[in-house]
């Protein structure tokens, strides 16, 4: 079946450099990507989105790239702070489905002082 | 504008009970989803409401789950006769319009433990 996985479960990073979250999906039809993060005991929060028209897209702090080529999808977290620790899960939309989002396992992303 | 509300936070159950989950969506919103989150997963689709309707219940077992959505008061999940299997993280999100092309707001969750 259709799926999303990413490439690393975890990830460590010092406070202050830049993160980059990587997720690669198998169906080359999906149109629409979310990035979402979510801390520990929360529900899922949106951070950025992108079309299929697109190859990146920037928002405060954050940039998301996609390759259509190799069907590959990431996140990039600009001078990362405390606050950007928790879980970060890719979505893509189903190219059959105007709203059913297929979700990855997520890669937990740690801050180290 | 208050958030997504889901209730309760935090929910046990023994086996063969039943459990009730709730979900006030979003001021103005009309369209809800429920996703379920097993540890360390991402989230599955469960099914997709409008208001007194069942658009899709593709991801929700066909026995002893269901779900409404009144055309007042909250969203409700059932799962009747709850197993230990049906322990999760359980989540609904609105959206104003059908999700995908504008983003769903999720509520802080509902988590159930069946002992």
């Known amino acids: 079946g259709e799926s999303v996985g990413l490439h690393l479960p975890t990830l460590s990073v010092q406070e202050g450099d830049n993160s980059i979250i990587n997720c690669a999906y198998s169906?080359?039809?999906?149109?629409?990507f979310i990035w979402y993060k979510q801390e520990s005991g929360k529900g899922p929060q949106f951070i950025i989105d992108?079309?299929?028209n697109m190859d990146k897209r920037q928002g405060q702090r954050v940039t998301v790239l996609l390759n259509k080529t190799v069907k590959h999808l990431s996140l990039q977290i600009a001078a990362t702070q405390p606050g950007d620790s928790a879980v970060y899960f890719c979505a893509e939309k189903g190219a059959d489905s105007n709203y059913q989002l297929i979700w990855g396992a997520g890669t937990k992303l740690i801050i180290k002082p | 504008n208050a958030g997504v509300m889901q209730n309760p936070r935090h929910l046990v159950r023994r086996r063969g009970q039943e459990a009730r989950l709730r979900c006030s969506p979003m001021k103005g919103h009309s369209h809800v989803y429920w996703y379920r989150q097993l540890p360390e997963e991402g989230l599955k689709f469960m099914v997709y409401l409008q208001k007194e309707n069942i658009i899709d219940e593709s991801g929700m077992p066909k026995e002893r789950f269901s779900a409404e959505f009144p055309k007042e008061g909250p969203s409700i999940l059932r799962i009747q006769q709850v197993v230990r299997g049906d322990s999760a993280a359980y989540f609904c999100?609105?959206?104003?319009?059908?999700?995908?092309?504008?983003?769903?707001?999720f509520g802080q969750g509902t988590r159930l433990t069946v002992v």
């Open positions: 992108i079309r299929s």
């Open positions: 169906n080359s039809a999906s149109d629409y």
């Open positions: 999100a609105s959206s104003p319009t059908s999700s995908g092309d504008t983003e769903a707001f």
